[in-house]
């Protein structure tokens, strides 16, 4: 990821964008890459999306997310895996397996 994340801010400040990036504009970003990701859905059953644009906006989203994790200097990994904790927590196998529940409601 550290490498990914190092040609992001490379390809950022050869075009002196930094200043345009902070946390809130980043977030704004992600969010509406998110969107243009499920437009790529719209109208279109999951098999019918077309690959290469989802592709694209996926790239997006990746590259904005992973943006915001270095403004904060959060380590990717940790904070995924911390999260994947929380959710084995919310969501216990014997209460969730084959169920798509929110877990309030399990």
Not at 12 to 24: G, I, L, M, S, V
Not at 32 to 43: A, K, R, V
Request: with cysteine; proline share 1%.
């Amino acid at each position: 990821m550290q490498n990914v994340i190092e040609k992001l801010k490379a390809f950022r400040d050869e075009r002196n964008w930094a200043q345009f990036h902070n946390a809130k504009d980043l977030a704004l970003a992600l969010g509406i890459e998110s969107s243009e990701l499920l437009e790529c859905f719209l109208w279109k059953s999951a098999e019918e999306g077309n690959v290469d644009m989802i592709k694209e906006e996926l790239a997006d989203v990746l590259a904005y997310a992973l943006l915001l994790a270095d403004k904060y200097d959060f380590d990717v990994e940790e904070i995924v895996i911390e999260k994947i904790k929380k959710n084995a927590v919310k969501y216990p196998v014997e209460k969730s397996k084959n169920v798509a529940t929110k877990y309030n409601e399990l």
